[in-house]
């Protein structure tokens, strides 16, 4: 739902951190179907074209991403996961696990985090990626939950005595990178592949109108032009034609 765009302020200070090592492996977290793309898309598809093997997350079903207040919300469900598992192959490939919480009524409860953690146990990856649940005057619940679950999930998995119930090894991973951060510090070159993120976005078809605002094909132009403008104005403090940029945190 339009996680990072409209944005987030620009990284100004340019001596602080740019372009990750590639991770072998990168779990990205979003509260709904199109959050990772917004979020990390170019980051995300930079990292699997040299390698990294992606995984996705999605936290709700994205059962209230329509404005149609008559829409078959069940058919909207099945819709939004064909759409994500269509934009994470664009993005490189990799799969997509779907949460299945209700849009609009994610939690942070034990059995929340503990699902997310055993996801993260599972999987082992190197480096994670999810929304910044600090972020000043979000409105929308569920992401700052998808935040605070990615988060205390985090926390939980690394440690051994969390969840035993898994019957998994703990894993700390080496870096989590949050998005639309309220402080962001770290740059991500994606110029090779910004069209590769557009993409992926316009895979998410049944989110045209409610948040790309588009009905038609010069709308879409718009939005295309917007995500390419606020992409570059990340970018061009470091002299980068396009970049995300995200909270960086390694003492995890
Ligand atoms: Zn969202």
Same mark, same amino acid.
């Given at each position: 739902?339009?996680?990072?765009?409209? =944005?987030?302020?620009?990284?100004?200070?340019?001596?602080?951190?740019?372009?990750?090592?590639?991770?072998?492996?990168?779990?990205?977290?979003?509260?709904?179907?199109?959050?990772?793309?917004? =979020?990390?898309?170019?980051?995300?598809?930079?990292?699997?074209?040299?390698?990294?093997?992606?995984?996705?997350?999605?936290?709700?079903?994205?059962?209230?991403?329509?404005?149609?207040?008559?829409?078959?919300?069940?058919?909207?469900?099945?819709?939004?996961?064909?759409?994500?598992?269509?934009?994470?192959?664009?993005? =490189?490939?990799?799969?997509?696990?779907?949460?299945?919480?209700?849009?609009?009524?994610?939690?942070?409860?034990?059995?929340?985090?503990?699902?997310?953690?055993?996801?993260?146990?599972?999987? $082992?990856?190197?480096?994670?990626? =999810?929304?910044?649940?600090?972020?000043?005057?979000?409105?929308?619940?569920?992401?700052?939950?998808?935040?605070?679950?990615?988060?205390?999930?985090?926390?939980?998995?690394?440690?051994?005595?969390?969840?035993?119930?898994?019957?998994?090894?703990?894993?700390?991973?080496?870096?989590?990178?949050?998005?639309?951060?309220?402080?962001?510090?770290?740059?991500?070159?994606?110029?090779?592949?910004?069209?590769?993120?557009?993409?992926?976005?316009?895979?998410?078809?049944?989110?045209?109108?409610?948040?790309?605002?588009?009905?038609?094909?010069?709308?879409?132009?718009?939005? $295309?032009?917007?995500?390419?403008?606020?992409?570059?104005?990340?970018?061009?403090?470091?002299?980068?034609?396009?970049?995300?940029?995200?909270?960086?945190?390694?003492?995890?």
């Amino acid at each position: 739902m339009g996680a990072n765009e409209p =944005g987030q302020p620009a990284v100004t200070d340019p001596s602080l951190s740019r372009d990750l090592p590639v991770p072998t492996s990168a779990l990205a977290v979003g509260a709904h179907p199109d959050d990772v793309e917004f =979020g990390g898309g170019g980051t995300l598809a930079k990292w699997a074209a040299a390698g990294c093997v992606v995984h996705h997350l999605v936290c709700t079903d994205g059962s209230k991403g329509t404005w149609d207040p008559d829409a078959d919300t069940a058919a909207l469900v099945a819709t939004r996961q064909v759409e994500q598992r269509r934009a994470a192959q664009i993005l =490189g490939g990799g799969d997509v696990t779907f949460l299945g919480r209700v849009d609009g009524d994610l939690d942070t409860s034990r059995a929340t985090v503990s699902d997310v953690a055993r996801v993260i146990r599972t999987i $082992r990856p190197q480096v994670v990626l =999810g929304h910044d649940p600090w972020k000043r005057y979000r409105l929308h619940p569920d992401h700052r939950a998808a935040g605070i679950l990615v988060c205390d999930a985090i926390v939980a998995a690394r440690d051994p005595h969390f969840f035993r119930e898994h019957g998994l090894a703990h894993h700390r991973p080496d870096a989590l990178l949050l998005w639309e951060a309220d402080e962001p510090d770290h740059v991500e070159d994606v110029t090779s592949t910004v069209d590769t993120k557009l993409a992926a976005l316009l895979a998410h078809e049944s989110q045209f109108e409610s948040t790309m605002h588009a009905t038609a094909d010069d709308q879409l132009d718009a939005f $295309r032009e917007r995500i390419r403008t606020r992409l570059a104005g990340l970018g061009a403090p470091y002299g980068l034609a396009a970049a995300e940029v995200f909270k960086l945190i390694t003492d995890l």
